[in-house]
């Protein structure tokens, strides 16, 4: 290998794009029930690969993390259907209320 070749490559890699983000299951679990339809456990056991009560232990530790969610039974014989409808407080809001200059003299 030349050394002209080998600057090339290093031109084209510093240029290159870097690789996108890897969507995880946890983001593709919340996408799914961030739908306007929801998503019921057995299509979220399908399309994720896992097992029915891997689905349940997800959607429950989503509620402990802050999400407000729904359970929708549409009719008798139909599964329930599982709905995002809130999400956890941001970061930066939960920052400000703890530095809150009221809340420290409340404190005192």
């Known amino acids: 290998m030349t050394i002209a070749t080998t600057n ?3 031109r084209r890699k510093a240029f290159a794009k870097p690789p996108a983000k890897r969507a995880t299951k946890k983001d593709q679990l919340i996408r799914m029930l961030g739908a306007a339809a929801g998503a ?4 979220i056991s399908t399309k994720l690969g896992w097992q029915v009560h891997t689905v349940r232990a997800a959607l429950t530790g989503l ?7 729904v359970a929708e039974k549409p009719g008798q ?14 970061t930066v809001q939960a920052d400000a209320a703890a530095t809150d200059p009221l809340e420290t003299i409340d404190a005192r």
């Open 63 to 69: 509620r402990k993390a802050g999400y407000d969610m």
């Open 77 to 90: 014989g139909k599964p329930a259907r599982y709905r995002i409808v809130g999400t956890p407080m941001g």
């Open 40 to 43: 019921d456990v057995i299509t």
């Open 8 to 10: 090339a490559k290093l």
